[in-house]
């Protein structure tokens, strides 16, 4: 009996070990609190599109993926995809920007 009651905290060490090895984030995904971030990013990002008034935020796709932002769709010119990538970089939080937009 003495043993097994030396090994319980053992044993409650081990189990907490395990629980958060299980619940943290990898390379290939992310975390509830990453997930968050992005959401919050994204929408920031096309918040400060739409209230750029030479930007048609309706064709313009925001997507974000752990602080790097993506943005795809279509616009009118060159000048509108610099726009674009300046507005999305002027928001907090954003690491970079991938840019694959295509002009019409």
């Given amino acids: 009996m003495e043993r097994i009651m030396r090994s319980v905290p053992m044993l409650a060490v081990a189990m907490l ?5 299980g619940c943290a984030s990898t390379e290939s995904s992310s975390g509830t609190g990453e997930y968050i971030d992005d959401t ?7 918040a400060a599109i739409f209230n750029e008034p030479t930007l048609k935020s309706a064709e313009i796709n925001v997507e974000t993926y752990k602080g790097v932002v993506q943005l795809s769709g279509f616009v009118s010119s060159k000048a509108d995809i610099q726009t ?3 507005v999305a970089r002027s928001v907090k939080g954003v690491k970079s920007v991938s840019n694959d937009m295509e002009l019409k």
């Fill in 17 to 21: 070990l395990a629980l958060f090895v």
């Fill in 84 to 86: 674009a990538i300046r």
């Fill in 40 to 46: 919050v990013i994204t929408t920031k990002v096309k």
